[in-house]
């Protein structure tokens, strides 16, 4: 072969190369450079999606079982949290039985999530009291409890408050009803307001879920 056939065959495929990387270059571009889709609007299933998920407060905390937890306790995995306390009348049973039917109602191909009490009655609530109260609705039910700052501040993250009173010599607790869902990078997704319907749950869920895996914003798991 004389040199200047070879030379032509090296531009050649320099030419097939650069169109090549082009190509990829440009697909590439594209796809990196697409707006991600809003967050859905949910108000018809009382929930709020954040367009760009919340990082909660960091924290060291008791599991049901006595574990020290943390804040990458909570990777891995999508979780309902609820703050609330397990002597609580009203608001924390219905809460806990509507996510017991909304866990039986979800489909196997979406990912199962936990479902998380932290507690807002740490003086009360011992691990052992929280492992007894969350065994009851089911194995992926989960409690927090310690220092009670720190999960006031936890509570805050999860956009909740909780206030003791004492009532002839009696505590009391106030604290918000709503549930808030994490994505598996532990951060706050969704906040989703009562009355709670497990089927508006699980609707929910699966439309939050679609969309943050379609836009790779921690759905994984």
């Known amino acids: ?24 270059g440009r697909q590439v571009f594209l796809v990196g450079g697409e707006e991600p889709a809003p967050a859905p609007v949910l108000s018809e ?63 196997k191909e979406l990912p199962q999530p936990d479902y998380l ?33 720190t999960l006031r501040s936890l509570a805050k993250s999860l956009s909740a408050v909780f206030v003791h009173r004492q009532v002839d010599g009696e505590l009391l607790v106030d604290h918000s009803g709503h549930l808030a869902l994490l994505n598996p990078e532990g951060q706050l997704a969704a906040v989703i307001q009562p009355p709670h319907q497990p089927e508006s749950l699980v609707e929910a869920f699966e439309r939050i879920y679609e969309w943050a895996r379609d836009n790779r914003l921690g759905a994984s798991s």
Request: charged share 20%; glycine share 6%.
């Open 1 to 24: 072969m004389n040199r200047s056939i070879r030379l032509t065959l090296i531009v050649l495929l320099l030419l097939v190369v650069l169109v090549f990387g082009l190509a990829v």
């Open 45 to 107: 299933l009382n929930t709020y999606v954040y367009d760009q998920p919340r990082e909660l407060a960091e924290f060291t905390l008791l599991n049901e079982q006595g574990e020290t937890v943390t804040r990458e306790s909570l990777k891995g995995r999508w979780t309902f949290a609820f703050v609330g306390y397990t002597n609580c009348p009203d608001i924390c049973p219905a809460a806990m039985a509507n996510l017991r039917r909304a866990n039986q109602l979800l489909s």
């Open 117 to 149: 009490l932290v507690t807002a009655d740490p003086e009360h609530d011992t691990p052992e009291k929280l492992k007894a109260y969350t065994d009851f609705f089911g194995p992926n039910f989960h409690g927090l409890t310690g220092d009670v700052e």
